[in-house]
C-alpha cells in the first residue's frame, strides 16, 4: 500500500460525465442511481456538479466512509442497471481518491507550511 494511504479512511470517488444524451434525462436517471446509493451502507454524501461552459460536462463528487463500502456498493446486481443507464447517455472517466489536503474557508491560517500561495493568500506573510 502507499505510503499514507489508508484503507479503512474515507474516500473520494470523482466521475466526469460527457453526456450525449438529453441533459434532463441524464439528471433524471443520475437521480434514481443516488437514491439507490445513498441507501448503500458507507456512503456519506455527493454533489453532481454541471460545468458552466460546457453543459454537457458533469461531474459527481461522492463521499464513501471507506474504500469497501464503495466497491461493495458498485458490486451488487442491483447497481448494474444504473450503471447501464447511465452508460447509454454518457461517457464517463472515473477514479476513487484518497484525501491528502482538506483547508476549509476558516482555516486558512491553518495551511502547512510549505504551501505558500500567493494567489489565494493563503500561508506566507
Known sequence: MPEGMDHDAEVMFVNRFTVHGPAEEFEEVFARTSAFM??????VRHRLLRELDDPAAYVNLAVWADRASFLRAVGRPEFAPHAAALRALSRSENGLFATRLSVSGQGLEDVPEGLDDPVLGVGGE
Open 38 to 43: 445513498a441507501r448503500q451502507p458507507g456512503f
